[in-house]
């Protein structure tokens, strides 16, 4: 599968942006889909997940109650609406697409994302 983000861009503190993840090729909904970022100097770090059927979803720590991830089957497309943006979400953000079971900690394991867009970059000044 074939996935490409977009809908990054430059944001104020407090600011909300919503990133697209589309994905061709395979089928799009047998796939789970996830949500990670890096900053300059950091480890890649997960952010938000949801599964196949978009009942279930998952999320960091750290964007729990600001950040949604949905999913849309018909249109092939993942999104993350991001609010209440905080400088220390800037970063580089990807999608990908894993096909492994429902395990709770799963989600957030980047080495089971077999597929991966290219980055879409999140600045949020200050």
């Known amino acids: 599968v074939q996935l490409q983000a977009s809908g990054g861009g430059l944001v104020q503190t407090g600011g909300s942006l919503r990133l697209s993840c589309a994905a061709s090729?395979?089928?799009?909904?047998?796939?789970?889909m996830g949500w990670f970022r890096q900053a300059p100097g950091k480890e890649r770090e997960f952010v938000a997940a949801?599964?196949?059927?978009?009942?279930?979803?998952y999320y960091a720590d750290a964007v729990k109650g600001r950040f949604t991830i949905s999913r849309d089957n018909a249109k092939n497309t993942v999104y993350l609406q991001m609010d209440s943006l905080r400088p220390e979400d800037t970063a580089v953000y990807s999608c990908?697409?894993?096909?492994?079971?429902?395990?709770?900690?799963?989600?957030?394991?980047?080495?089971?994302?077999?597929?991966w867009g290219q980055g879409t970059q999140v600045t949020v000044s200050s």
């Open positions: 090729g395979r089928t799009f909904s047998a796939y789970n």
């Open positions: 990908a697409a894993g096909a492994f079971s429902r395990r709770i900690d799963n989600y957030s394991n980047y080495q089971l994302y077999g597929y």
């Open positions: 949801i599964g196949w059927s978009g009942a279930g979803t």
